[in-house]
């Protein structure tokens, strides 16, 4: 077992946000009564239901809506057999593989139309802890719009990954922050807490990735539109069953993303992704 834990001046948490957030958008400390975790599938058969079991349990009453994209594995099949399938537990099943990036959104549609107030973004394969979902929900609870689970801030905290991985990941979040000027120390981390009105006010149009380059957009417009992020540190286990979903081809347009994010911070005024925040069902 490789566990990189180390300190690093570098990397700072800040949570000043640029100019003044949106209307409705002022700090309000209120607790989250309907509360969402999506999580987004292929192949997950062997870790899904482990996940489902540990969220159904947590101190926190969650709700889990899993987005499958047609695994051949019968991840699908295996929530259908859940005993809280239908009570708490959800699914959308694709009949097609649609990318990380549409289930994501789907999962943040079917959110708001069940009138959630807030939504968990996390991987299904374990590498996000569901133990560290609450303290996510108390962020959003203390005034965050968007808590953000984040791999780097105070150190590295990461298990089991090569020293490769390592630095092309850390090499990625420096890339984004000198390009699009985020002031996160993990832009790149697929583990959030999500307001309802941070999902209704977004512009999903924008949206131009189709794998991870969406977690990248998704923090960047959220920022742009005056939304608090904020960071919690966080242990981040690399999968111990099943293949990852990474590859060259998603690298490079995450990459080509941030690019084209670098183009909107010039030529797009701030707020310009905004939609006007629906009255009901919103936080």
């Not at 020293?163 to 979040?173: H, N, Q, V």
């Not at 120390?185 to 959030?192: N, Q």
């Amino acid at each position: 077992m490789t566990t990189w834990k180390l300190e690093c001046d570098v990397l700072l948490a800040i949570e000043t946000m640029p100019s003044s957030p949106p209307t409705d958008s002022a700090f309000v400390v209120s607790r989250m009564e309907k509360i969402l975790v999506v999580a987004p599938t292929y192949n997950e058969a062997t870790n899904a239901p482990l996940l489902i079991e540990q969220l159904l349990n947590l101190p926190r009453k969650v709700d889990v809506v899993i987005v499958d994209d047609n695994s051949p594995d019968g991840t699908a099949d295996l929530i259908r057999k859940h005993s809280q399938f239908g009570r708490r537990l959800f699914l959308l099943e694709n009949e097609t593989r649609r990318g990380f990036a549409q289930a994501c959104k789907d999962g943040f549609c079917w959110a708001m139309e069940n009138g959630y107030d807030l939504c968990i973004e996390m991987d299904a394969d374990l590498s996000h802890d569901p133990a560290d979902v609450p303290r996510l929900i108390a962020m959003i609870e203390e005034g965050a719009d968007i808590a953000v689970g984040s791999r780097y801030l105070n150190g590295v905290r990461i298990i089991n990954w090569p020293a490769r991985r390592l630095l092309l990941s850390l090499f990625a979040g420096s890339y984004t922050r000198f390009w699009t000027g985020l002031p996160m120390t993990d832009p790149t981390s697929g583990f959030k807490a999500i307001r309802n009105k941070v999902l209704r006010s977004t512009d999903w149009s924008r949206f131009a990735a189709d794998g991870y380059g969406f977690i990248i957009e998704l923090h960047f417009l959220a920022w742009r539109n005056g939304f608090r992020i904020r960071e919690c540190p966080i242990v981040f286990t690399e999968r111990r069953r099943g293949a990852s979903k990474m590859s060259k081809r998603i690298a490079l347009e995450s990459a080509l993303s941030v690019l084209k994010l670098a183009c909107q911070r010039t030529s797009t005024p701030a707020h310009a992704g905004l939609q006007p925040v629906a009255t009901s069902g919103t936080v």
